[in-house]
């Protein structure tokens, strides 16, 4: 891995332990401030999860860190895939309009974390070359 590429995994790890932690601190503030109930539970156990994966996103190398990036993408689109099952049909007969606190702002965070850890998921994912060794074309 060149230093360049190197530096610009970083700061797409960087960018996925963000995108993860805000997403996770959102639902905390949203379960500590007013969600109760089952609702408020599974809030608090997506903050824990958004702290841990954004934790293993700059803690860890290697194939953990190929499971944990995975980890996050499938994460954030679930959280995300709540959300609009939540707005549109109801989830667990939960019914969600767009008014109440922090739906967009959780959409577009939702939506850009996803973005930025597919990014970072190809990135972690794609096969390193070694310097100096080249590919011999297929069949050859």
Do not use: C, K
Request: zero cysteines.
């Amino acid at each position: 891995m060149t230093e360049s590429s190197g530096r610009a995994l970083w700061t797409m790890r960087i960018l996925s332990a963000i995108a993860l932690l805000a997403t996770g601190g959102i639902h905390l503030y949203l379960a500590l401030n007013g969600v109760g109930g089952v609702l408020g539970v599974m809030f608090v156990l997506n903050a824990v999860a958004g702290l841990v994966l954004a934790a293993g996103m700059l803690l860890l190398r290697g194939r953990l860190l190929q499971l944990v990036t995975v980890l996050s993408l499938l994460f954030l689109i679930a959280t995300l895939g709540a959300l609009i099952l939540a707005l549109t049909v109801g989830l667990f007969g939960i019914h969600q309009t767009w008014d109440f606190t922090l739906v967009p702002q959780t959409v577009i965070i939702e939506s850009i974390g996803i973005v930025v850890l597919g990014i970072t998921t190809a990135m972690v994912l794609r096969p390193q070359t070694v310097p100096g060794m080249r590919r011999s074309p297929q069949g050859a």
